[in-house]
């Protein structure tokens, strides 16, 4: 089965890789030039010491950030990634076989067909699960300067989704759920199809709705001077805004009341008016040292998931066509 | 011959969502057999012939291959059956060579030297794609990668269906021949009664998912007659289908003729004119009789 294997598969192995040299000239192309700029301009130092930056630091930070905007909206398309290589390579494992007739001759080898699936899904997955962590490995790299200055740091969607564990994790869900999906329509297209939006639809839930609560977040109070910018950075911020000295959260329009009576001459500037009128800036987050665990809780959620569909399409082949 | 048969069926019923393709399918082959099952589209041959090789699961019954009770879909179950599907299909992508090697990296016994003989006496190109082969080609390097298993029992659903009449008949001549030296059962499907006619000593009749008859076609031919009579003399006696064994009754004009399986002993109707019947009759009218009812199993044993 291996030699069988090795056979139908090599083909998707050899793309994976192809795939893979494209994005590391792309992403080292750019990163170069992106890291280059980081150390060069200085930005690094700009962004630690904001305070006492002169103004030739603060225009080398606004430019690198205007581009770190733009490399981020490229990786986050970068997301349905996984999705697609990962629903296409579990598609291709049952439907062709279908479409073609040739489950026929491939059931009726001495190997039973619950083998014949394992070897082939084995594979596959290695296959999926090396390509994406290759991947991740790279993103990692190239996104390193975005990480240490932008306020979400790694927490950021970019950087999250596609530096660590979660994004082999993310690729083999999408395995399953191509192979489950080839399995149940017998068509490699619609199966891709179905694969690829369950896909983006269980990510982007996962990410919204699940993601923040995996641990309790923690609440913070600080002297308005250091509102919004004085975040650390890398914590991921989930909630942030102006309370007074009771602990109560100022609605918008209690908080324009007092921030409207600001006068530009005020002695200390703005933030000093505020800390007078007793408004002081609150965030509930999640600190940066957490990246670790998040990723292992998300990445260990697609597992369970991955098992559960797995688990699935091992009884649909016994069942279905049984 | 040994006692244990080459493949018992034993009431297998497959049923799809609402629709029974196959039930009450009970059936004892010998050894050694050549099988035609025969039937229209829809009678339940595939079904019936892919539950033998392992990829139907069936709704009720138990498929027995010489004795034995593996699990359906276990290795020991599979390599008992070599299966041709319907238009053997191949991976296209793979060589003749691939394909072989396919076959021996995939069963446990796998004769090499007989598939290559095979395929160089047939004159086809290890180095070819499958995608490259004729229709005829394919059906050679299929029934090759069936044969090569070293299957006592080889099972072909509709073998012959994509192949023009010449290449047919070469084909069958060359199943024939393989099988011939080794005391392999051959089950074959086809809806072209006449070329399975000559080559098998067996016969099954399915039609609307029911086993019609079955039994060696020697004993088959014995065992029925063609009475024909005058359509007034049927009248008065009644209805032709009271008369036992009856299995099909044609009206014409002026004559009625009704096929019969009649039993050992005198001939029941002496005032009818009995012919012998052809196996091309004998398919035909079992097909063309309405749906059993079964009142008495059909008898099948081998």
């Known amino acids: 089965m291996l030699w069988m294997t090795w056979r139908q598969h090599r083909a998707h192995l050899l793309s994976c890789l192809a795939l893979l040299a494209v994005a590391a000239l792309a992403l080292g192309y750019d990163g170069y030039s992106l890291h280059t700029q980081y150390t060069d301009d200085g930005v690094g130092a700009c962004a630690r010491h904001l305070g006492e930056g002169t103004p030739a630091c603060k225009a080398a930070l606004r430019d690198f950030l205007d581009r770190a905007d733009v490399t981020d909206q490229f990786l986050d398309w970068m997301m349905v990634v996984p999705g697609v290589v990962g629903a296409l390579l579990g598609a291709l494992l049952v439907a062709p076989e279908f479409e073609q007739g040739t489950w026929r001759m491939a059931w009726t080898q001495a190997v039973p067909r619950t083998r014949w699936l394992a070897w082939k899904l084995g594979f596959v997955v290695v296959v999926a699960a090396g390509f994406s962590a290759a991947l991740a490995a790279l993103v990692g790299w190239y996104r390193a300067p975005l990480d240490e200055i932008r306020p979400d740091g790694r927490f950021a969607s970019a950087g999250f989704d596609l530096e660590g564990v979660v994004l082999p994790a993310y690729t083999v869900f999408a395995v399953a759920l191509g192979a489950l999906a080839g399995l149940l329509l017998r068509r490699t297209v619609a199966a891709v199809a179905l694969a690829v939006g369950v896909f983006v639809v269980v990510r982007l839930s996962v990410e919204t709705l699940v993601r923040p609560h995996y641990w309790s977040p923690v609440s913070r109070v600080g002297d308005p001077e250091l509102a919004p910018t004085g975040v650390q950075a890398g914590d991921w911020t989930l909630a942030h805004g102006w309370q007074d000295l009771s602990g109560r959260n100022l609605s918008h329009n209690a908080y324009r009341a007092i921030a409207d009576g600001a006068t530009p001459d005020y002695p200390g500037g703005f933030a000093a008016f505020l800390r007078d009128h007793g408004v002081v800036w609150w965030q509930t987050y999640q600190p940066a040292s957490r990246f670790g665990a998040f990723q292992l809780v998300e990445a260990g959620l697609y597992m369970v998931l991955s098992a559960g569909l797995v688990a699935g399409l091992f009884v649909a082949l016994r069942r279905r066509t049984g | ?302």
């Open chain 2, 1 to 302: 011959m040994t006692g244990v048969p080459a493949l018992h069926v034993e009431g297998l019923g497959k049923r799809y969502g609402q629709t029974w393709a196959l039930r009450d399918c009970t059936l004892t082959i010998p050894v050694g057999a050549t099988v035609a099952v025969v039937g229209p589209n829809g009678a339940g041959k595939t079904t019936l012939l892919e539950a033998v090789a392992g990829l139907v699961r069936p709704t009720e019954g138990t498929i027995r291959v010489l004795g034995e009770t593996a699990r359906p879909g276990s290795s020991e179950a599979l390599a008992q059956v070599g299966f041709v599907g319907q238009q053997q299909p191949l991976y296209k992508g793979f060589t003749v060579r691939e394909l072989l090697k396919m076959g021996r990296a995939l069963n446990r016994e796998w004769d090499q030297l007989l598939a290559e003989g095979w395929l160089a006496e047939l004159g086809i190109p290890l180095d070819r794609k499958a995608g490259r082969l004729s229709g005829g080609q394919r059906a050679q390097v299929a029934l090759a990668l069936a044969l090569a298993k070293r299957s006592p029992l080889l099972v072909l659903d509709e073998p012959t269906a994509s192949l023009d009449p010449l290449v047919r008949r070469q084909f069958m001549g060359e199943v024939m021949a393989a099988v011939a030296e080794d005391e392999i059962t051959v089950l074959m499907s086809s809806h072209v009664v006449s070329e399975l006619g000559r080559l098998c000593d067996w016969l099954v009749v399915l039609a609307h998912g029911r086993l019609q008859v079955a039994g060696p076609i020697d004993e088959l031919i014995d065992e029925h007659r063609l009475f024909t009579g005058p359509r007034a003399g049927v009248a008065a006696a009644g209805d032709a289908d009271g008369i036992p064994g009856v299995v099909n009754v044609e009206h014409g004009d002026r004559y009625t003729r009704a096929l019969v399986r009649v039993g050992p002993g005198p001939e029941p109707h002496p005032r009818w004119q009995s012919q012998p019947v052809g196996l091309d009759d004998l398919v035909l009218a079992y097909l063309a009789a309405p749906a059993p009812t079964y009142g008495t199993a059909p008898a099948c044993s081998g």
